[in-house]
Structure formats: structure tokens, C-alpha cells
């Protein structure tokens, strides 16, 4: 089982609508996660990170937690085009949790 | 700019040949990471220095790939007789260091393409 897991899309969704990503993470251990945009050809850049159950909002973003079901989201409200993007997610792991590990990204395309 | 500096930005060698990539983190950080991102995956953990220590290298890491940081500030990734294969994206990031939790996470360059003919 991979560490992180994220199902690769690609996902449309009209624009001004909620964009919904997830994310599974196999190793209950870990404590802190973290969205990531990337723009095609560029470096991912961090938008968001979640280490307690729950919501997290951040202006029009939101992540969600749930550590029993090994389970983060991000939310994309009001979507608009320059949020097209790969979306990543990732977790600290390995001994120590010294790497942090990621998933293989969610394509989202805002369409106008 | 104070960000994680990568160099050169783009790279096209020929296959069997040498190539070394450059990153300096930012100021202070004492760790640095290497990942590879090849298209449609995200970015792959190559290995990741504690100051000039290497802590960990991944298992999937060639012994073509070495990387190396002497002082504790920049680092070099190094590629020897190149393959087609090796065509990525290769990030460095760095981070703070101290345990890796409460959003203590790492700050990506612009990154290094890798072209292999």
C-alpha cells in the first residue's frame, strides 16, 4: 500500500462551484499533512497544512481531517480558472517522520 | 530572492554523459531535500541531508545518483552515465529541520529539468 494515495482525476468542475480532493495516508502515526498546488511546469508551492481533526479554512480553501479513517480533503470553494492546477497532498513519514511522502496528485480543471 | 535557488534550470545532455545540478536552500535551513518528478506523478523523495550529514537515500535511488552537501549550506545532485530514463524534474527543497510536524513543512526551488537525447 502506498503512503499516500490520491485519485489522480482529472477532475472538472464548472467554475464558482466546490471543488472536492482526497487523499488517504496508510500510516496512522502520522500527525501533520499538507496541500500543495502545482502549476504545469512549475514547482509545487504550499497552499494548506491540517494537524488537528476537523476543518481547517483558509479564505476560499478548506482542509478536512479524520485521523481514525485516515482521511484528508481539500476544498475548493467559489472555483475559479487559476485554480487549475495539480493538487497534492502529502504527509511526513518514514523513520522519524523525517520525509514527507507524496501522493501522485488530482489533476482539477475549473472550467468557465 | 531568498527561496531555494536551483541550478542550471533546464538541462539537455546526451545519454551516458555526466550531469550535475546545484541547490542552495534557504538561509538557515538545515535540512535539504532532493525529489524527482517525472510527468503525471508527484514528486519521488530521492535523499535528504541533516547540515552536511545524508540522513536517508531511497531505496529506488541508482548508485549513478550521488548527492552531496560539504559545507552544510548548498548542495550538488550528480548523475553519471545518464539515461533516458533519468528525464525528470529534479526539486530541492529545504525546511527548518526539528521534528517534522505543526506545519513545519518544506519549501520547493523552481526546479531542474532533465533532458535525456
Known amino acids: 500500500q502506498k503512503e499516500v494515495e490520491q485519485n489522480s482525476g482529472p477532475l472538472s468542475v464548472p467554475e464558482g462551484a466546490i471543488a472536492s480532493l482526497n487523499c488517504t495516508y496508510s500510516?496512522?502515526?502520522?500527525?501533520?499533512f499538507f496541500w500543495y498546488r502545482q502549476y504545469s511546469g512549475k514547482s509545487p508551492e504550499l497552499i494548506m497544512f491540517i494537524y488537528s481533526n476537523g476543518d481547517k479554512e483558509d479564505g476560499r480553501f478548506t482542509a478536512q481531517l479524520n485521523k481514525a479513517s485516515q482521511y484528508v480533503s481539500l476544498l475548493i470553494r467559489d472555483s475559479q480558472p487559476s485554480d487549475s492546477a495539480t493538487y497534492l497532498c502529502?504527509?511526513?513519514?518514514?523513520?522519524?517522520?523525517?520525509?514527507?511522502?507524496f501522493g501522485q496528485g488530482t489533476r482539477l480543471t475549473i472550467n468557465p | 530572492d531568498t527561496g531555494v535557488s536551483q541550478d542550471p534550470r533546464h538541462k539537455i545532455t546526451k545519454r551516458g554523459q555526466n550531469v550535475t545540478f546545484r541547490c542552495d536552500p534557504i538561509?538557515?535551513?538545515?535540512?535539504l531535500y532532493w525529489y524527482r518528478q517525472t510527468l503525471g506523478q508527484g514528486p519521488e523523495f530521492l535523499t535528504y541531508f541533516q547540515n552536511e550529514a545524508q540522513l536517508e537515500k531511497s531505496r529506488l535511488l541508482s548508485d549513478r545518483f550521488s548527492a552531496e552537501r560539504p559545507k552544510g549550506s548548498f548542495s550538488t545532485l550528480e548523475i553519471q552515465r545518464t539515461e533516458q530514463g533519468d528525464s525528470a524534474m529534479y526539486l530541492c527543497?529545504?525546511?527548518?529541520?526539528?521534528?517534522?510536524?505543526?506545519?513545519?513543512?518544506?519549501?520547493f526551488g523552481e526546479g531542474s529539468w532533465l533532458t535525456v537525447v
Open positions: 500510516d496512522r502515526g502520522s500527525q501533520s
Open positions: 502529502a504527509v511526513w513519514a518514514g523513520q522519524g517522520a523525517q520525509k514527507l511522502v
Open positions: 527543497a529545504s525546511n527548518p529541520g526539528g521534528r517534522g510536524y505543526s506545519g513545519n513543512t518544506i519549501y
Open positions: 538561509s538557515e535551513h538545515n535540512r
